[in-house]
């Protein structure tokens, strides 16, 4: 095949490596099975039969099947850089020794040594003390000073070595208030192990920033949410099980509202003309907390939309300061 370029320049087949010269091929291929089983027979011409004209179509074919194969070969480099990004986002999971409570449904509490923990799960290490898969526990961490935070927890994996048990925990349930206190024990462990202080720029969990227009889009966000999680829509993959922080936003207003929520489902959305990814979120607060957290925030936000249209009103003295965010 002939392309149509100047007279001396370099045969764009030429500069083409194996690899893209078969996925060209196959697509011209295709194409022509497809052609042909839409209308019939479709004679392949030989290369010293075609006129200037076919030189011409056939030229211009070949570079829409290469910009095709190229473009396709530079979205796979992107998903593979997203992937290798999204690995190194994994949560710094941090090696500890530190005394830790395991309370079970029906009130027994067994003490346990926790082995590693990160943002979205731990392991725990315990004597005499057997719990299925699945099992539904509350993690009790030490976060000094005398104080403690628990986190709800799923039994995800269990390994035993002679008389001591070790159990992969999932974070399911987590107090925003007890959130705080997990970021900060996260920190100083990430600071102090190894006596490494690089170990202190180790993102301790991805946050996950959206923003939206108005305040009314805003509200209408949050109104939407339900007790149990979101949907977002968002142009890089996430990863299935992945533990996020959600920082929702408006570019208009002082508000924020942080909510710490875990990846369920994911599906490329493939109708927009370019990779998109419908994602399903579970929100790791418990349920109470979620309502009134949403509740707090639209109430501030009609304050502030009162306030706004009260501006026009002329007043001897007007109060606009903000309220403060939740």
Known sequence: MQTASAAGSEDPLDTLQPPELAACARLLASS?????????????????????ALNAASAKTLDEALAIVKDKQARSAQMQRTQMGA???????????????????????HAGQLANISW????????????DLNAQLTLIVPSGGGDHFSVQSTVLRESSVADEFEYGLRFESLDPEDEEKLEEVLRVLLCSAEHDDRRSEVRLVQRLEIEYGDAGEFQATLEDISASGLMLTVPDPLEIDQSLLIALSSSDTPFALNLRARVVHQQLVDDVGFDMYRVGLKFEHPTPKVKERVSALINELAVLGSRKNDESTPRAELNLAAPADI
């Open 32 to 52: 022509l099975a497809h052609h042909r089983a839409k209308f019939g027979v479709v004679p392949i011409a030989r290369a010293d039969e075609q006129g200037d």
């Open 87 to 109: 690995e190194q986002r994994h949560h710094p999971r941090v090696s500890v020794n530190t005394p830790v409570r395991l309370a079970a449904d029906n009130g027994e509490v």
């Open 120 to 131: 979205g799960g731990a392991a725990v290490r315990c004597q005499r003390a057997q719990f």
